[in-house]
């Protein structure tokens, strides 16, 4: 199936001044309970309903790391995990695409001014993302990149998307080894794929799509690499705090912020059922997910903080660590309401069941394998302690 995406919306009035963290965050907390009301329709959609996507839109809130010079509020990843948290209280897929599309414009904002400009000065920047297209490695040629036609799977948001945010593999110049690279591609040019059906996360829309054989002009490609601090930065990057980090480390931080949100929401359905469940010990629960919350903001502090560009292999290895740590412990305080629901809590009706699906299916998301990710950060932790100190004369 393919969608027509809804003209961006430009806020009434002309530019709206940049959020701060605080608003930012009300903003999102205010929005909760209307995105609330269209979860049933996103979960029959299969797609967010339009109405939801404008909410969105005229809150600013796909634009959170958005650098205030292209009209976003210039925020840091610890404001896009809190607003991903409080919007998935109501919605976990209208979170989820927030969380997508709103980390992309951070990753245009250090690609070629060109590309900058075509994006991030239209009303609205909704860029959807595809970490891997698959296909052969597209070819270096005079005025660009040829990508072979290619297909792409997961791409939530993107009957909403304007652009395309995609990985590809592709020579740095004509006749090198291919590399990781990612392009922008017109959601215009891509054929959408109706196969999104699944048990969670319903109103994503992250189906799939094809490409043709296209040129891909040079200012819209990036070495993926560019996207670390820790090298030089092709084309600058914003000075600001969040350019300081790595995609490596933070790309899926503010995902937790959905599993945070669906916990939040199930615990909610318990108090709004009278906290029936007499096995069910909610402030201990609450503390889960107020620990996990916590753990990720003082990750995010630290790598802010570090004197290494873009964090020590520690600290990288922790970030990602520990947001499939939160991942994994809020998928379980989801699933223990819903087990202490009841009979009812089985039916297509019940707010818990929907929370539920969309817990399981968000922390199938390869971020949040603790098994995966775990050992990384024992081994990084094992090197930081056993390696030389330096000692002055």
Same mark, same amino acid.
């Given at each position: ?33 209307r995105l609330r009301d269209h979860a049933p329709e996103a ?223 199930a615990l909610d359905t318990h108090t709004e059922n009278g906290?029936?469940?007499? &096995?069910?010990? /909610?402030? #201990?629960?609450?503390? =889960?997910?107020?620990?996990? +919350?916590?753990?990720?903001? @003082?990750?995010? *502090? $630290? ?36 087990? &202490?629901?009841? /009979?009812? #809590?089985?039916?297509? =009706?019940?707010?818990?069941? +929907?929370?539920?699906?969309? @817990?399981?299916? *968000? $922390? ?30």
């Amino acid at each position: 199936m393919t969608t027509t995406a809804p003209a961006p919306s430009a806020p009434a009035g002309g530019p709206r001044p940049p959020l701060t963290h605080a608003e930012a965050v009300a903003t999102a907390r205010a929005l909760a309970p209307r995105l609330r009301d269209h979860a049933p329709e996103a979960d029959r959609l299969r797609t967010l309903p339009d109405a939801a996507v404008r909410l969105l839109d005229e809150a600013h809130l796909f634009d959170v790391l958005t650098p205030r010079v292209w009209g976003g509020s210039g925020l840091g990843f610890d404001t896009a995990l809190l607003v991903t948290e409080e919007l998935s209280r109501g919605c976990a897929s209208a979170g989820w695409v927030r969380a997508v599309m709103g980390g992309n414009t951070w990753a245009v904002a250090q690609m070629p001014v060109r590309a900058r400009q075509e994006v991030l000065s239209a009303p609205s920047s909704r860029v959807a993302l595809q970490l891997r297209l698959d296909g052969p490695p597209a070819e270096r040629v005079a005025d660009g990149y040829l990508l072979p036609g290619m297909r792409g799977r997961f791409c939530s948001g993107i009957d909403h998307a304007e652009w395309i945010f995609a990985g590809v593999s592709a020579p740095a110049a004509p006749g090198s080894e291919p590399e990781p690279h990612v392009v922008l591609l017109p959601r215009r040019v891509t054929e959408g794929i109706d196969d999104w059906h699944t048990g969670g996360l319903r109103g994503t829309g992250s189906r799939s799509f094809t490409t043709p054989e296209l040129l891909v002009p040079e200012h819209r490609v990036l070495p993926l690499s560019g996207l670390d601090p820790v090298n030089a930065s092709p084309h600058g990057r914003p000075e600001t705090a969040p350019y300081r980090m790595a995609f490596a480390a933070i790309g899926t931080v503010a995902l937790a912020g959905v599993l945070l949100g669906t916990a939040r929401a199930a615990l909610d359905t318990h108090t709004e059922n009278g906290g029936r469940g007499s &096995a069910l010990d /909610a402030p #201990a629960l609450t503390a =889960t997910v107020d620990a996990a +919350r916590a753990l990720l903001l @003082a990750d995010l *502090a $630290a790598l802010a903080d570090s004197g290494t560009p873009g964090g020590s292999p520690e600290e990288r290895s922790r970030m990602r660590r520990d947001i499939a740590y939160a991942g994994t412990r809020c998928r379980e305080v989801v699933s223990t309401v819903y087990e &202490a629901s009841g /009979a009812g #809590a089985i039916y297509d =009706t019940a707010p818990v069941q +929907r929370i539920w699906r969309d @817990a399981n299916a *968000a $922390a199938q998301h390869p971020a949040f394998d603790l098994r995966r990710w775990g050992p990384p950060h024992a081994e990084a932790l094992s090197s930081a302690v056993t390696a030389p100190r330096e000692t002055s004369a």
